[in-house]
C-alpha cells in the first residue's frame, strides 16, 4: 500500500527552526522525485520544495530559497525538510508528495501521491 506519512510540524516563533520528516512505504519513495507543498487558510496549495531521486538535483520557492533545505535518505525511505528563520508567512500545512518522474518539477499534477500533512504555524 503506497503511504506518504508527514510529521515534525508543531507552534514555533518567528526565528525558529523546524525539521518536517515524511516516511514513504510501498512503491512511493524508490526511483521518484520528491516534493514539498504547502497551503495556508483560503489560498491554494503553493510549490515549496523538491528533490531528484539522486538527491543530485533541487529546486526551492523563492520565497523559502536560502532558509529551507530539502534532503531525503532513500535507504530509509524518508525525505526531510529543514525550515529555518521561520516567519509568520510560513504557516500552512506542509505536505508531502512523490511524483511521477525521476526528475523534481513544481508543477503539482506531476505528483502521484500525497500526504496528509503536517501543521506549521509560526506566531510573531
Known amino acids: 500500500q503506497e503511504q506518504l506519512v508527514e510529521s515534525g510540524g508543531g507552534l514555533v516563533q518567528a526565528g525558529d527552526s523546524l525539521r518536517l520528516s515524511c516516511v514513504a512505504s510501498?512503491?512511493?519513495?524508490?526511483?521518484?522525485?520528491m516534493g514539498w507543498f504547502r497551503q495556508a487558510p483560503g489560498k491554494e496549495r503553493e510549490f515549496v520544495a523538491a528533490i531528484s531521486w539522486s538527491a543530485s538535483i533541487t529546486y526551492y520557492a523563492d520565497s523559502v530559497k536560502g532558509r529551507f533545505t530539502i534532503s531525503r535518505n532513500n535507504p530509509k525511505n524518508t525525505m526531510y525538510l529543514q525550515l529555518n528563520s521561520l516567519k509568520p508567512e510560513d504557516t500552512a500545512v506542509y505536505y508531502c508528495a512523490a511524483s511521477r518522474l525521476v526528475v523534481p518539477t513544481k508543477i503539482t499534477w506531476d505528483y502521484e501521491y500525497w500526504g496528509q500533512g503536517t501543521q506549521v504555524t509560526v506566531t510573531s
Open positions: 510501498g512503491r512511493t519513495f524508490t526511483s521518484r522525485a
